[in-house]
């Protein structure tokens, strides 16, 4: 059973429009949620990270936000560049193993010039 | 600084042979992780060390998988005897040890089991 689920597979944006990417998780102790961004070829590779305490994090173009009564947390990327082209992972962890990180399946963002 | 180093970056081997793979985590990084990617399953985690020693292993598929890591710089994961669905990419990633640090991957092994 997927706890950290991406619902959507792929996503397709005009360049300088908004991306939003979307992840629903089930297990309710998931506590620290991150973004990773992977290129064909290459290893996934951090983007941004938000607690459960806090409800929105932003750094630059990108901003996640969280809503934990909904187990939903969202990524935005705006504006959307064409070198954003990646995959985009969801995963979290939980206090009791931070280190045992759950990554959902991926949703592949297109950026259109 | 030198990131997460993978080896090889691409194996093809017959069924039945032993494959080992290879890593190198970045300087100063406590934890090390295994994972496997495929596309029916995702990105899964195999194994993990902290501070060179083993801590979680629940995810490794069967007894034909092992990982070591004999010192802070290397670790290997070893398949024997090796199957078709092994068939995936093998990632390693590190992180440093304390709280919410995150991992930084390198950039995989192709592995293909014929």
């Known amino acids: 059973d997927q706890q950290v689920k991406q619902n959507s597979p792929s996503l397709s944006v005009q360049e300088g429009r908004i991306s939003i990417l979307n992840c629903d998780y089930t297990?309710?102790?998931?506590?620290?949620f991150l973004w990773y961004k992977k290129y064909p070829a290459e290893g996934p590779t951090f983007l941004i990270s938000i607690s459960s305490i806090k409800d929105k994090n932003e750094d630059g173009r990108f901003t996640v936000f969280l809503n934990k009564s909904a187990k939903h947390l969202s990524l935005h990327i705006v504006p959307s560049q064409p070198g954003d082209s990646a995959v985009y992972f969801c995963?979290?962890?939980?206090?009791?193993?931070?280190?045992?990180?759950?990554f959902g399946p991926g949703t592949s963002l297109s950026v259109i010039p | 600084d030198a990131g997460v180093i993978q080896s090889p970056r691409h194996e093809v081997t017959e069924m039945g042979q032993e494959v080992t793979l290879r890593c190198k985590p970045i300087?100063?990084?406590?934890?090390l992780f295994w994972y496997r990617q495929t596309m029916m399953r995702g990105l899964e985690l195999l194994i993990y060390?902290?501070?060179?020693?083993?801590?979680?292993d629940s995810g490794m598929p069967e007894d034909r998988f092992s990982a070591k890591m004999p010192n802070a710089s290397f670790s290997t994961l070893k398949i024997q005897p090796s199957e078709p669905r092994d068939s995936a990419v093998y990632f390693c990633?590190?992180?440093?040890?304390?709280?919410?640090?995150?991992?930084?991957f390198g950039d995989g092994t192709r592995l293909s089991i014929l």
């Open positions: 990633a590190s992180s440093a040890i304390t709280g919410n640090q995150p991992q930084h």
């Open positions: 060390f902290n501070n060179n020693v083993p801590i979680d």
């Open positions: 300087s100063g990084h406590n934890s």
């Open positions: 995963a979290a962890s939980a206090q009791t193993s931070y280190d045992k990180v759950i």
């Open positions: 297990n309710s102790m998931f506590d620290y």
